[in-house]
C-alpha cells in the first residue's frame, strides 16, 4: 500500500509559469524527499526535508514540510520545458526503506 | 549519472535465466534493486548494506539477489514471467535511513 501519494495525477503549465505538487502521507517521517524522473532516466533527487525542517530551496525549486497534516510541497517556478518530467514524493521513516508515492507528471509546453 | 552503471540496459527474453550488473563508483555503504512497472512508482526489492541482504518478501523467489562487493550488485533472474516486464535500476546511498538514493539508468526487461 502506498504510505505516500502526491495529488495529482498529472499537470501542465506553460513555460515560464509557476506549479506546485503536493504529497500527503500516512505514517511519522524522520524525512521526506522529492525525485524528479525523466523519460528513461532513473529517479533523480532534487530535495531532501527532514522532520524538523519547515521549508527547504534549491534554485528555483522549494519544498516545504508540515509534520502536523502530514503533507509537502514542491514548487517550481519560472517553469521550463525540460522540468517536464514525472516528479515522486518519498517518505523515509527511520527504518531502511524509502517508499515513493504514485508520482505527478508534469508536462511545461512551449 | 555515469557514476552507477547498469548493464545491460536492454534485455529481451523467453523463459530463459539472465543476470543484471550493476556498479557504483561513489564508496557507499548501502546499494539496491527497485522494480518500476509502466506508469507505476520505484518498488524495492532488496536492499544490501553493507554486504548484509534485507529483502523485501513480496518478491517472487526467481529473483536472486548478490552482492560480490561493496561496489556491485547483481540480480539473477530464472524462469522470468510476463509480469516480471518492467524496467529494473540499481542505486545506492551513503547509508540506509533518510539518506539521498542515487540511482542508475536502469535495465529494461521485456518478456515475450
Known amino acids: 500500500s502506498q504510505l505516500a501519494e502526491e495529488n495529482s495525477w498529472a499537470l501542465s503549465v506553460h513555460e515560464g509559469e509557476s506549479v506546485t505538487v503536493n504529497c500527503s502521507y500516512k505514517?511519522?517521517?524522520?524525512?521526506l524527499q522529492w525525485y524528479r524522473q525523466k523519460s528513461g532516466k532513473g529517479p533523480a533527487q532534487l530535495i531532501l526535508?527532514?522532520?524538523?525542517?519547515r521549508e527547504k530551496r534549491n534554485g528555483r525549486l522549494r519544498a516545504t514540510l508540515d509534520t502536523s497534516s502530514q503533507s509537502s510541497s514542491l514548487s517550481i517556478t519560472a517553469t521550463r520545458c525540460e522540468d517536464t518530467a514525472v516528479y515522486f514524493c518519498?517518505?523515509?521513516?527511520?527504518?531502511?526503506?524509502?517508499?515513493f508515492g504514485s508520482g505527478t507528471q508534469l508536462t511545461v509546453m512551449p | 549519472n555515469t557514476k552507477i552503471t547498469q548493464s545491460p540496459r536492454y534485455l529481451i527474453l523467453g523463459r530463459a535465466n539472465k543476470s543484471l550488473e550493476c556498479e557504483q563508483h561513489?564508496?557507499?555503504?548501502?546499494m539496491y534493486w527497485y522494480k518500476q512497472s509502466a506508469e507505476k512508482p520505484p518498488e524495492l526489492m532488496f536492499l544490501?548494506?553493507?554486504?548484509?541482504?534485507?529483502r523485501n518478501e513480496t518478491v517472487p523467489s526467481r529473483f536472486i539477489p548478490e552482492c560480490p562487493d561493496s561496489s556491485k550488485l547483481l540480480l539473477h533472474i530464472s524462469a522470468v514471467d510476463p509480469e516480471d516486464s518492467a524496467v529494473y535500476f540499481c542505486?545506492?546511498?551513503?547509508?540506509?535511513?533518510?539518506?539521498?538514493?542515487?540511482f542508475g539508468e536502469g535495465s529494461r526487461l521485456i518478456v515475450v
Open positions: 544490501y548494506n553493507l554486504k548484509q541482504l534485507i
Open positions: 526535508i527532514r522532520s524538523n525542517e
Open positions: 505514517t511519522s517521517i524522520t524525512a
Open positions: 518519498a517518505t523515509s521513516s527511520g527504518s531502511w526503506q524509502l517508499i
Open positions: 561513489l564508496g557507499h555503504n548501502a
Open positions: 542505486a545506492s546511498s551513503p547509508g540506509t535511513s533518510g539518506n539521498t538514493l542515487y
